[in-house]
């Protein structure tokens, strides 16, 4: 499920279903692989490459776990 606040610009969108993925493609917050990306930009950018859906570090999502599954990610984003 996909929603915009209020005045929330038409790129939240994306960036906030990229962070939701990454948090459930790992088990744990999108903000972690923020200051990866800064601080290893390589290996941040290979991971680009062969996953099947773009990813985005950034603060604002975390997995949604069921019994200690990890079952899907949840993200807002205002930007």
């Given at each position: 499920s996909i929603?915009r606040?209020?005045?929330?610009?038409?790129?939240?969108?994306?960036?906030?279903?990229?962070?939701?993925?990454?948090?459930?493609?790992?088990?744990?917050?999108?903000?972690?692989?923020?200051?990866?990306?800064?601080r290893?930009?390589?290996?941040?950018?290979?991971?680009?490459?062969?996953?099947p859906?773009?990813?985005?570090?950034?603060?604002?999502?975390?997995?949604?776990?069921?019994?200690?599954?990890?079952?899907g990610?949840?993200?807002?984003?205002?930007?």
């Amino acid at each position: 499920s996909i929603s915009r606040l209020d005045g929330a610009p038409a790129v939240a969108v994306p960036a906030a279903r990229s962070k939701a993925y990454l948090a459930a493609l790992v088990g744990k917050s999108s903000l972690l692989y923020e200051h990866d990306s800064e601080r290893h930009p390589l290996r941040f950018h290979g991971w680009q490459s062969v996953l099947p859906e773009p990813v985005f570090g950034g603060p604002g999502a975390v997995p949604i776990r069921r019994n200690e599954h990890v079952v899907g990610g949840f993200s807002s984003s205002t930007s």
